[in-house]
């Protein structure tokens, strides 16, 4: 009985912590109106918030012309991107940073794929088979993720909006989720659990 009790305890603690990581950190929605419309300045940037917010956040996520764009401050920088993984769509706004080869890189909280936050290049490691000694080392895909340049002016944070005349694997997820963001995956992750 007493190992009934304890395993059932073991569960409900697992459960708490999984909710506490599937909740994970919330980021600061920076639209200015419940629509998820933006400011537009005349020189067609977006106005994303103010640095200030923005550096004590570490992250942020905006809607530019309908897309769910990240913006991340991380080690005197910002830096901006689709925040859909190229890879299944997973949320980087709610992924680690880590540092690969010197490059800061966002880590999917999904399937753990590495993109670069300065190019948007897919990380991985990948050995020489001809080698006699192989060792793993870190290898480009290629650019995946679309990056959105990012500029400060007068205290605040702006980004441009796409060059929509280049393609990038994240495109794929920002047109899945336009215009819907989190919400949209929230519904169809209770639509699978349902089924």
Not at 43 to 65: C, F, M, P, W, Y
Not at 179 to 195: F, I, P
Request: include cysteine; proline fraction near 5%; charged fraction near 25%.
């Amino acid at each position: 009985m007493l190992d009934l009790i304890i395993l059932s305890l073991h569960f409900f603690v697992c459960f708490l912590i999984s909710v506490v990581i599937w909740r994970g950190r919330k980021d600061v929605d920076l639209c200015s109106s419940s629509t998820g419309a933006v400011e537009m300045e005349p020189d067609g940037l977006i106005l994303i918030g103010k640095e200030d917010d923005i550096k004590k956040s570490q992250r942020v996520t905006a809607k530019v012309n309908g897309r769910e764009v990240v913006v991340f401050y991380h080690e005197g920088k910002f830096h901006a991107m689709d925040s859909r993984c190229y890879h299944e769509g997973g949320p980087l706004r709610l992924g680690e940073i880590e540092d690969i080869n010197g490059q800061a890189c966002i880590v999917c909280p999904w399937h753990k794929y590495k993109i670069t936050l300065e190019t948007g290049e897919g990380l991985y490691e990948g050995i020489n088979p001809l080698e006699p000694s192989p060792t793993p080392q870190w290898q480009s895909k290629g650019v995946k993720q679309r990056i959105h340049k990012v500029t400060i002016d007068n205290g605040n944070v702006y980004v441009s909006p796409p060059d929509l005349s280049v393609s990038f694997d994240s495109d794929y997820f920002a047109d899945k989720y336009k215009n819907s963001g989190d919400l949209a995956m929230e519904k169809q992750s209770n639509s699978r659990a349902a089924e």
